[in-house]
């Protein structure tokens, strides 16, 4: 199974980029894992947050396929703690899934569209992110559940 994480607009700090770059490294031991950026939207303050959600939405669509399970990293989503994520990542990858996309959208959230073709919605905190951080928390989120479920020593409980 490939986990995908979609995500809309560039990371612009070198730090933040550093880190992103050793989870995914690490995750490479575990899974087949890819982090693919919607560029940002050209004269985005000429459009309306619905007509940004919009123009988003059409091109986080154009990254699934039918067959892909799409998960929201979305505010009003289900909360887990990490061993029930990884619980959450074990149920998934069992039921023989080819690819399973995280999403994280832009500024104002998701269009109808997206939320229509989402097939789970999670929240990773009730506080609010940039969505740059949030890139690096589900990362390494992720990381942390493929250890858990390997029985490493990364998390403790």
């Known amino acids: 199974m490939t986990i995908k994480l979609v995500c809309v607009g560039k990371t612009d700090s070198a730090q933040l980029k550093s880190l992103l770059t050793t989870y995914e490294k690490r995750l490479g031991f575990y ?3 890819e982090m693919e950026i919607i560029p940002d939207l050209k004269k985005a ?3 309306t947050e619905n007509q940004q959600k919009q123009k988003e939405g059409e ?3 154009n990254k699934v396929q039918k067959s892909d399970f799409v998960v929201l990293l979305d505010e009003n989503g289900k909360e887990f703690n990490s061993i029930q994520f990884s619980e959450y990542i074990q149920k998934r ?3 023989g899934l080819k690819q399973l996309i995280f999403i ?3 500024p104002y959230g998701f269009s109808p569209e997206v939320y229509e073709r989402a097939n ?3 929240a990773l905190s009730r506080l609010t992110f940039s969505h740059q951080m949030v890139r690096l928390f589900f990362i ?3 990381y942390r559940a493929f250890t858990i479920l390997k029985n ?3 998390h403790h409980q």
Do not use: R, V
Request: net charge positive; charged share 20%; proline share 4%.
């Open 31 to 33: 899974t087949k894992f």
């Open 45 to 47: 303050k000429n459009l």
């Open 59 to 61: 091109l986080i669509l």
């Open 93 to 95: 990858m069992n039921s």
């Open 104 to 106: 994280i959208g832009g």
């Open 120 to 122: 789970a919605k999670i």
């Open 140 to 142: 390494e989120q992720l």
């Open 152 to 154: 490493e020593p990364y």
